[in-house]
């Protein structure tokens, strides 16, 4: 190529080879788009819960994008156990102030965050939650101890909106 | 038998001529040249093409009753069972075709590994068959979901979560993948769009597969080249037709068997639950023809890693024709190989085994060796047992391996036989 002088055609075969090659591949994203979650999924993000009903040791289960959300009351016991725990022993440290605002409510999104399932409450190893298909055990914070998971039941954005409601989303 | 077809009619002289459609297809199906040892191993390409073609007519047919939303699926098929006249028919066809369609693909797959039917110059052939596979393992799963119980679900949501394992980009992914936050309604419908897409693919590859076949032509057990046209080979017609309509037939009545009297026998119970996004069966397990792999993902402690190691089980397996550094094909000419293919596939057994049992304690040590083992045979066995092996010595042709000493001694002066 390069003993050979650039003319006038291979000028013209590269920049149309060019600006077709740009026309196709910006063609090509609507057609990947339209598989991401659409307007009225969007809409769907945010969930209201009311927390009166639920006494402590209790726990709901509530909706959210498709996706369960765990909400416990926790015992006292159950919160001195999460914060009891040495960061050090945690494959995803995590203090318990971070993952409740108030250390009474835990919410979190209830899927296992290795494939998915939703994790089975107040059972495993650590009184926490376990996951029935490949045996991941969390604490009573939510946070992964043992098994494939990588890291901790994640935690969704959540406001009080006062002393009895929350918002998700 | 000549090679070229003379149509007899007006008509198909005119057709020919102008489309030599029907030459094409009378040389593939008639005079092709076929070795004349092929045992019922062989028959397995034409079960398969059988279910092939079973499942897209059984399929078309579905397809006009099922409705593929979340909040109907499941009615529509129970529809199907109930109120389609024959739908029950239909879909424990379909469903139990599935089933022995991987049966079938299994054996056809392990005769390959048993002759080295994947070996110079069939490589491609075999390549082309691990596309196959792979697409028979995304329309199957694909398939499965469908019904929206609780095993379709569940492993729709374990399955895309896998995507979810790589770094960085694997939530943008998934939740592309479910067009949402979880799985619903928008991956049912696109699952059932490319579903019904998929069989016509593996379909084009098919003629592919054959057409790749049909420039070496068939390997056959003792895994020595033939001579076209020599007295090593027979006519595929009439020769291998009837035999492989024989294996058809018994194939059939097997099937027969599964729809008629055991439908449900390979499915689970679970997936007549209506599917449930708040909760997760006990114990979730995929198609008994996903075990083997299934078991790989469990064997190792991290998600990424599982997942790498999953797919990398059944990527290995285009590769075979270069991991395998003999230059003899056949297993019984290989008195070491033969031993370790049935080990192979006693392990691949093994670890469907293991697929099915809930992963702790011993189940997911043996599981680890199990897996370990399947690897150590690509990747070191195979390369290693074509330097230290020492073969037994082939046959000069098809003849030989069958013949009396007197006929040999007959052969070797020169005698006509």
Known sequence: MSDKPVTRRNFLYITTGTFTAAGAASLVWPFVDQMNPDASVKALASTEVDLRPIAPGQSITVLWRGKPVFIRRRTTEEISEAKAVSLDELPDPQDDAARAKNPEWLVMVGICTHLGCIPLGQKGEYNGWFCPCHGSHYDTSGRIRKGPAPTNLEIPDYVFLNDNTIKIG | ?417
């Open chain 2, 1 to 417: 038998m000549s090679d070229n077809y003379v149509p007899k009619s007006a008509v198909g002289k005119w057709f020919n001529e102008r489309l030599p459609l029907l030459d094409l297809i009378y040389g593939h199906l008639m005079p092709y040249p076929t070795p004349k040892n092929l045992n019922y191993f062989w028959t397995f390409g034409g079960i398969l093409t059988f279910c092939l073609v079973t499942q897209i007519i059984t399929g078309l047919v579905l397809a006009m009753h099922y409705v593929a939303d979340a909040d109907l699926a499941f009615a529509s098929v129970e529809h199907i069972m109930r109120d389609v006249n024959y739908g029950w028919l239909l879909r424990y066809i379909h469903a139990n075709g599935a089933s022995l369609f991987f049966m079938a693909v299994y054996i056809h797959m392990a005769r390959s590994m048993f002759y080295g039917s994947y070996k110079e110059p069939r490589e491609l052939i075999w390549i082309i068959g691990v596309f196959i596979f792979l697409l028979m393992i995304a329309t199957a799963f694909m398939g499965y979901v469908l019904p929206w119980g609780q095993m379709s679900f569940w492993g729709a949501t374990v399955i895309t979560n896998l995507f979810s394992a790589i770094p960085i980009v694997g939530e943008s992914v998934t939740n592309w993948l479910w067009g949402g936050y979880a799985v619903g309604s928008p991956l049912l419908t696109r699952f059932f769009t490319l579903h019904y897409l998929m069989p016509f693919l593996i379909f084009a590859l098919v003629i592919l597969h054959v057409w790749a076949l049909h420039v070496p032509g068939n390997n056959n057990p003792e895994g020595i080249d033939v001579v076209k046209g020599s007295q090593d080979t027979v006519p595929f017609h009439p020769h291998y037709v009837v035999k492989d309509l024989f294996a058809l037939v018994v194939f059939l009545i097997i099937f027969a068997g599964f729809v008629f009297f055991v439908p449900n026998l390979l499915g689970h119970t679970d997936n007549y639950i209506q599917a449930n996004p708040l909760q997760t069966p006990e114990h979730i397990v995929p198609e008994w023809y996903f075990l083997p792999f299934y078991a790989i993902l469990r064997a190792v402690p991290d998600k990424l890693g599982g997942v790498i190691l999953m797919v990398s089980a059944i990527a290995i397996l285009a590769f075979l024709p270069w991991l395998d550094t003999s230059k003899v094909r056949s297993a019984k000419y290989r008195p070491l190989y033969k031993q370790f293919v049935w080990l192979f596939f006693a392990n691949t057994i093994f670890l469907g085994y293991l697929g099915a049992q809930v992963a702790d304690g011993l189940f997911l040590i043996m599981g680890r060796i199990a897996t370990v083992y399947y690897f150590a045979h690509f990747i070191v066995i195979l390369p290693l047992l074509g330097y230290i092996e020492k073969t037994k010595p082939l046959p000069k042709s098809l003849s030989e391996p069958v013949l009396t000493k007197e006929e040999k001694e007959m052969l070797a002066s020169g005698a006509t036989t």
